[in-house]
């Protein structure tokens, strides 16, 4: 089992950049995947940017390509997500999750297992 917590979100003006900070408590190499998700108030939760932990490949939704980046650091147990160019429509909770097994849709949220609690982003115009 691992517990995932995340950090970093806050208030920005739409343009501005925020980075996400995802701390496991165990090595992120006892995982297969981890990504970044999403909710919105009124919608379901979405997948935003997922990587391999075993040979970094990532995977990001359209809505984000070419201004979110994914990223660990094994060293520190850590995933990351860059977020530049914000816009007010990447408002939102974001929650790290991690998934153990080998996975079909690594922006499915129903492939992960585990999930930590969320940090607020909020993007104004």
């Known amino acids: 089992q691992v517990q995932l917590v995340e950090s970093g979100g806050g208030s920005v003006q739409a343009g501005g950049s925020l980075r996400l900070t995802c701390a496991a408590s165990r090595y992120i190499s006892s995982t297969i995947y981890m990504g970044w998700f999403r909710q919105a108030p009124g919608k379901e939760r979405e997948g935003v940017a997922a990587?391999?932990?075993?040979?970094?490949?990532?995977y990001y939704a359209d809505s984000v390509k070419g201004r979110f980046t994914i990223s660990q650091d094994n060293s520190n147990n850590t995933v990351y997500l860059q977020m530049t160019n914000l816009k007010p429509e990447d408002t939102a909770m974001y929650y790290c999750?991690?998934?153990?097994?080998?996975?079909?849709?690594?922006?499915?949220?129903?492939?992960?297992?585990?999930w930590g609690q969320g940090t607020q982003v909020t993007v104004s115009s």
């Open positions: 999750a991690a998934a153990h097994r080998y996975i079909s849709y690594p922006l499915s949220p129903n492939e992960y297992n585990y």
């Open positions: 990587i391999y932990t075993h040979g970094a490949d990532t």
